[in-house]
């Protein structure tokens, strides 16, 4: 397995259902970030992690909650969801150096979340 | 603050034509910014990207940008489009500081391919 890689690909939930997002870099990189992708809007940053911490947190409703157990995995835990936040979740990696040059950010597929 | 202006939420070509899609941006701080495509149920892969070096960068599958800090404009062109070009194309700006990682995408342009 290459790159960034997401699971689910799909993923049908209720409102009160309980359920994860996973996320896996193959690339060595040390940040890792989720991405809100909706219909006719910009992409949201949702969270980043560099080196294994969590550095931004962008205004995100607390029933989306991130995990990051080393700098290879990120999880996003969903909890009674609303039917706008139905979208496809993005995540994506990068090599960020402290107080150097930051690089590049490669996203995975996607995971096309629908909430009834 | 930095923010990404693209024109045009949709651009229609016929096979062979030139595809221009147009990319403003504002930044505070030298620009880096970046080209990616998204093809359908898929998520976004990078195109080409400006970091300060040349301004004319050459990318994937015969694209390129042309980086115009007099004009804030990073569009992105290609000589001859292919159906196979048909996506949703994304510009994004992001500081070239060394702790601003942050990327600042927009809305997005969709390229269509006509045979």
């Known amino acids: ?116 | 603050a930095q923010s990404v202006t693209q024109l045009g939420s949709h651009v229609s070509v016929s096979e062979g034509a030139l595809v221009l899609l147009r990319c403003n941006y504002s930044s505070s701080v030298p620009p880096y910014l970046f080209w990616y495509v998204q093809y359908p149920n898929q998520g976004l892969q990078l195109l080409l990207k400006y970091t300060s070096a040349a301004t004319l960068v050459k990318g994937i599958n015969g694209f390129e940008a042309e980086f115009k800090k007099s004009e804030t404009s990073f569009h992105l062109t290609n000589p001859s489009a292919h159906m196979s070009d048909a996506a949703e194309y994304f510009c994004a700006v992001r500081g070239s500081g060394g702790s601003n990682y942050k990327l600042t995408f927009g809305k997005g342009t969709l390229l269509t391919v006509n045979p």
């Open chain 1, 1 to 116: 397995e290459t790159g960034v890689t997401q699971t689910p690909r799909h993923l049908v939930m209720g409102m009160t259902n309980k359920k994860s997002l996973k996320c896996e870099q193959h690339l060595g990189h040390n940040a890792m970030y989720w991405y809100k992708q909706s219909a006719k809007k910009p992409l949201e940053l949702m969270f980043v992690y560099n080196f294994k911490e969590q550095t931004e947190n962008n205004s995100v409703p607390s029933r989306f909650s991130p995990e990051c157990p080393n700098s290879s995995h990120l999880f996003l835990h969903l909890h009674t969801l609303q039917p706008e936040d139905s979208a496809l979740y993005l995540c994506a990696s990068s090599q960020e150096v402290a107080g150097g040059k930051t690089d590049t950010q490669y996203f995975g597929p996607g995971t096309r979340l629908t909430v009834l």
